[in-house]
């Protein structure tokens, strides 16, 4: 436990004195009060992680977090690493007689996580995709019944001229 002094204090008085502290208070946080902690020029978040939590692999990846939301994925990402890194390796005999260790399956849901995570973002641009491609198709459509219209329109000016 970090003395009372050294803890992460935010404008509303809370104060955090751990990475899980810090996740949780994150993301009810306003924008203000984020962008009071983090421009182009400098990142609270990270200085104190560097200075007070000594942890300055993990402050250089907070140091390019912008958002409130990159900033948890990296803390997030960071305590799940320690949580399997701390996990005990005890064995286990699955039912076929295969072994593995309890850090080996906590490494592959993590890695399980992220292939879950790439096909969200996948899924996602697809979504946008189509949604672009049925406005475009929408916008085509106008422009082909505005043309005929207009044309239709012209037709009957130059015949009435005729």
């Known amino acids: 436990m970090i003395p009372q002094e050294q803890r992460f204090r935010f404008n509303d008085g809370t104060s955090v004195g751990n990475l899980e502290e810090l996740e949780k208070v994150l993301m009810h946080i306003s924008e203000e009060e984020f962008r009071h902690h983090v421009s182009n020029d400098k990142n609270d978040f990270a200085n104190w992680i560097k200075y007070v939590l000594k942890k300055e692999s993990l402050a250089s ?10 900033l948890s994925g990296i803390i997030n990402d960071d305590l799940r690493s320690i949580f399997i890194d ?10 076929r007689g295969s072994e593995q260790t309890e850090k ?12 879950m995570n790439d096909i969200k973002k996948d899924e996602q641009k697809q979504m946008r995709d189509i949604h672009s491609m049925k406005f475009i198709v929408k916008e085509f459509v106008y422009g ?6 207009l044309g239709l329109i012209i037709a ?6 005729v």
């Not at 701390?86 to 039912?95: F, M, S, V, W």
């Not at 082909?144 to 219209?149: A, D, H, Q």
């Open 86 to 95: 701390e996990a005990p390796t005890q064995t286990i005999k699955h039912d």
């Open 61 to 70: 990846k907070v140091w390019q977090a912008k958002t409130k939301t990159e």
């Open 104 to 115: 080996n399956i906590l490494h592959e849901i993590k890695k399980a996580e992220h292939v």
């Open 156 to 161: 009957g000016v130059i015949s009435n001229l």
């Open 144 to 149: 082909m019944v505005f043309g005929l219209i």
